[in-house]
């Protein structure tokens, strides 16, 4: 039998803020708040009551926009109407690494009984955190007596194309302006067999491909019709690299980056490729 071994070298950390350009709707439970009975209310925090943007929410939409970017088969169905890449062999699974290998795959997909049996050569490799409102943003939206608590809400009808009749409803956004910070994406350079430190470190640019799709797209719902463009501020980078079985200092990325369409991708992989260089 032979031996399967997966080392962690290190992560690969980058910060940001998340300004919003347009109104921002990410779909919270309709029960989850009473007050103005909205028909379309955002996510909060139970605790705080603040709206926030999920991890799942914001690592998803990454994984969708360079789908699409890569022209990746969506070959599993996760609900009705719903489907993803998931690889079927290892020979995909290297066709599509900025998908698999950087977002994740499952070890077993499709249905009981038919099923493929496709060993990952390493774990999910993009963890997202849940990103909060600023100090800064909430105390201004807070300043500005909002509709609903730090919320603003959009009106909007669907008009019968044939009797121009009006079916107003409400969408609870959370207002441009606001900014939400610090975003957190961490890589972990996992090596399977085969796999060099250096070269995983480089799959941390479609990361920042991912990101600068999201800039020319958006974020949340109904994007179509104005809501979610949002912009990369306050952009910081920094790695922790493991030797000799040890955890090490943060290094941080040597050129100061105040926004993400300044960053310059080559010499940030440059710097990755010679930081993770056995």
Not at 182 to 189: G, H, K
Request: glycine share 8%.
């Amino acid at each position: 039998m032979t031996e399967r071994r997966i080392i962690l070298r290190g992560r690969v950390f980058l910060k940001t803020e998340l300004e919003l350009l347009t109104g921002l709707h990410i779909g919270g439970a309709a029960g989850g708040l009473e007050i103005g009975g909205v028909d379309k209310p955002v996510i909060r925090n139970p605790l705080t009551r603040q709206p926030y943007i999920p991890g799942s929410s914001l690592k998803g939409k990454l994984r969708s926009l360079m789908e699409k970017a890569t022209g990746a088969p969506q070959t599993f169905d996760v609900k009705d109407g719903v489907s993803m890449h998931v690889p079927e062999s290892s020979t995909e699974y290297q066709k599509y690494p900025t998908i698999a290998a950087v977002f994740g795959t499952l070890p077993q997909w499709g249905p009981p009984g038919r099923r493929k049996e496709f060993p990952a050569p390493s774990p999910t490799r993009l963890t997202v955190r849940d990103v909060q409102l600023t100090d800064a943003s909430r105390k201004k939206l807070e300043a500005m007596k909002t509709d609903l608590p730090l919320t603003e809400i959009k009106w909007e009808a669907a008009i019968d194309r044939v009797t121009s009749a009006a079916a107003p409803r409400q969408i609870e956004r959370v207002p441009a302006g606001a900014v939400f910070g610090p975003a957190q994406f961490i890589f972990s350079v996992y090596t399977g067999e085969g796999e060099q430190p250096a070269e995983v470190a480089l799959l941390f640019d479609h990361v920042i491909e991912a990101l600068t799709h999201l800039e020319d797209d958006y974020l949340g719902g109904m994007g179509s019709r104005g809501n979610g463009q949002v912009r990369l501020n306050t952009v910081s980078c920094y790695v922790k690299r493991i030797t000799d079985k040890t955890y090490g200092p943060a290094l941080p990325y040597p050129h100061e980056v105040k926004t993400l369409q300044a960053l310059d991708r080559s010499q940030l992989k440059q710097w990755l490729h010679d930081t993770f260089a056995e």
